[in-house]
Structures are given as structure tokens and as C-alpha cells.
């Protein structure tokens, strides 16, 4: 199902369009937020990136490692295996 809110952009000659503050708003994105741009098979999806384990996919208590993010479940998994080896 397609939802529309009624709002035409024209992107500019270097390929930028301004998502509108009321679209921003609503999805929390902030003007320094990261999002994610996707193709669907007719479109653009575009939405706030979100920090996630590089394991579960868990966005909880996540921390640094490498670069990566990982959450504590993982973190110990991760060790409790090294331990074994």
C-alpha cells in the first residue's frame, strides 16, 4: 500500500532534493541524521539510518569495535568463542 502526503520536489542540478520539515518531523530525522536510500520496484525509499549490531541486528546498548558497531550479546559471544579456541 502507497501512502502519498501530497508534496512535489524538483532536484536540482546537482541531483539534491529538500525533504520538507513537516516529512522530517514526523520521521524524526534531524539535519545532521544519516538516512538510507533504497530502490523499491517503482521507487525511492528513503529513511533514518539506524545504528544496528553487524551480528543480530540489535540497536541496543551498542558499542565500538574495529569501526563496527556490535551490542554486549554479541560482544561476549564473540569473546566466549575466542576463549574456546
Do not use: W, Y
Request: aromatic letters at 4%; charged letters at 25%.
Amino acid at each position: 500500500m502507497r501512502t502519498t502526503v501530497g508534496i512535489i520536489r524538483k532536484i536540482d542540478e546537482l541531483g539534491r532534493i529538500v525533504v520538507p520539515i513537516e516529512i522530517r518531523r514526523a520521521f524524526g530525522i534531524g539535519s545532521q541524521d544519516s538516512v538510507e536510500i533504497h530502490t523499491t520496484g517503482d521507487g525511492i525509499m528513503i529513511k533514518k539510518h539506524m545504528d544496528s549490531c553487524v551480528f543480530c541486528g540489535s540497536s541496543d546498548d551498542l558499542i565500538m569495535f574495529k569501526e563496527k558497531t556490535i551490542c554486549p550479546g554479541c560482544a561476549k559471544s564473540v569473546a566466549d568463542t575466542k576463549n574456546q579456541a
